[in-house]
């Protein structure tokens, strides 16, 4: 129980080395510490939380999802989810903002992956072929997303479409192989390759 | 082999991006791979660092959600009750990471593969199963162990013993036994294969049988079987293993006995 102790010493940052990432860079261990809170009860700490990952956790879903409305009941449904699971959040597993973020993309993907949502989405998204102009659509003048920007400019066409596919699509590496025409081997590959180059990019501040 | 080689190469590792990305095919795949990253500790690193890219990712996409949200996402968490913080196995995860991540495995990976391919075939071989039928047996015991999660680590970390040992023997009642054991650990995990199903809600009950006779502790209860499937019962691990120690194994009443009630169709020595 020594971990809702809010006087607990920093978490360890993880052993890959990427001590930052943007939004994070100030505020993680503030947020780790919000969600002890959190798991203990506390409602305005769970207020700060919704005020800091909202807007993240909303755009990643409404990026794979599309559809508004459904972007909002699942939003709904993964910060209430956080709100009841905080008991089991570990940061020795990573930060709070990655926990919460991840819980919002996998409930996305598992909208999008349940048979009867497919179809529907087949032709929502018939038009969807160009995932560089969408990131840099949602560009604003943030110092993170240039940096997330700089740094997916950084990667060859296939490392960056692969990932913006798969993570903003909601593709599995199956079907971006399909979609990109290379080979199975070749997009596990370039996935990760990417997403090395990524983690080091965002690393250098 | 070849399979088993693969579930442990650079084939896996790589998707460690796609799994950062949640972009694998299916929740089998899934699982598979996070079974993977219990036993690869560099794997888990990685996927922790880019799980931050992730992170990153999401955020360059923020956008605000409709204002309305607020209000029912904190009227919501008012009306709901959250989880209790799970004590036990809490613990039980800070306690196994301060010696598991001390394992240099790097080191261990090829020699805990050797390890699990060899005690595969021994008891292949062992149990007389055609040559064309070795690689179903295999994926047969691979899928025993992956039911295991729970115990997983521990029964790993016997197999990664420097000291380990195996052991086969055929039961009286047909079908056959096979320990693998670490004496430094005081560990042992059995698992079988065909032995005849039970009835009446019997159970197979495991002893551990010291040489002295005078001693009151002589005959230990191991645990008892778990039902087969295909079989084969996946492993089961025992503890407090002495040197000199027989392993038994009798049928008894539904829920186990405290000491053995009938015959011991198993009676195996064990390697010191």
């Not at chain 1, 604003?140 to 960056?160: F, K, N, P």
């Not at chain 2, 991540?101 to 699990?116: F, G, N």
Request: glycine fraction near 6%; charged fraction near 25%.
């Amino acid at each position: 129980m020594s971990r809702v102790d809010p006087t607990d010493p920093p978490v360890e940052q993880s052993a890959a080395g990427l001590s930052s990432v943007p939004s994070a860079e100030s505020g993680e261990l503030d947020l780790d510490r919000l969600l002890r809170r959190v798991a203990r009860g506390d409602q305005r700490a769970f207020e700060q939380v919704y005020d800091r990952l909202s807007r993240p956790a909303y755009g990643v879903i409404r990026r794979v999802l599309r559809d508004p409305a459904q972007s909002e009941e699942v939003t709904q449904e993964v910060l209430l989810e956080v709100w009841r699971t905080a008991t089991r959040f570990d940061p020795a597993l990573g930060g709070a903002a990655t926990w919460v973020l991840t819980i919002a993309h996998r409930r996305a993907i598992d909208r999008v992956r349940a048979a009867a949502a497919a179809a529907e989405r087949e032709q929502k998204s018939a038009d969807y072929h160009a995932p560089r102009d969408e990131v840099v659509d949602a560009v604003e003048a943030s110092l993170d997303r240039e940096r997330v920007q700089r740094c997916l400019g950084g990667l060859t066409e296939v490392q960056r479409e692969s990932i913006t596919l798969a993570y903003y699509g909601g593709y599995t590496y199956r079907q971006v192989a399909a979609l990109l025409g290379v080979t199975l081997a070749a997009i596990k590959t370039r996935i990760r390759d990417g997403l090395i180059r990524m983690r080091d990019c965002l690393g250098v501040s | 082999m070849l399979r088993i080689t693969n579930l442990f190469a650079h084939d896996l590792h790589i998707l460690t991006g796609a799994y950062a990305l949640d972009a694998l095919e299916d929740a089998a795949e899934q699982d598979r791979f996070a079974r993977h990253l219990r036993r690869c500790s560099a794997c888990a690193a990685e996927v922790r660092g880019l799980r931050e890219v992730s992170t990153a990712l999401a955020f360059a996409a923020s956008a605000e959600p409709p204002r309305e949200l607020r209000d029912r996402v904190l009227a919501g968490a008012a009306r709901i009750r959250q989880l209790p913080p799970e004590v036990s196995s809490h613990a039980k995860r800070r306690r196994l990471p301060a010696w598991w991540s001390r394992i240099p495995w790097t080191i261990w990976m090829p020699r805990l593969a050797t390890v699990t391919a060899v005690i595969a075939v021994v008891a292949a071989v062992v149990l007389g199963v055609a040559q064309s039928d070795t690689e179903q047996r295999l994926n047969q015991a691979r899928a025993q162990f992956g039911q295991v999660q729970a115990r997983e680590q521990a029964i790993a970390a016997v197999l990664a013993a420097p000291d380990v040992r195996s052991v086969t023997g055929p039961t009286s009642a047909g079908g056959t036994t096979t320990v693998v054991l670490s004496a430094a650990l005081r560990q042992l995990v059995v698992s079988t294969s065909g032995l005849p199903a039970l009835t009446d809600g019997k159970v197979y009950q495991l002893w551990l049988i010291g040489p002295d006779v005078t001693k009151a502790t002589v005959i230990r209860s191991a645990g008892l079987l778990p039902l087969a499937a295909l079989g084969l019962t996946s492993p089961v691990l025992a503890s407090g293993l002495v040197a000199g120690d027989k392993l038994g194994l009798t049928v008894e009443p539904a829920g186990g006995s405290k000491q053995p009630t009938t015959t011991p169709i198993l009676l195996l020595p064990l390697p010191a």
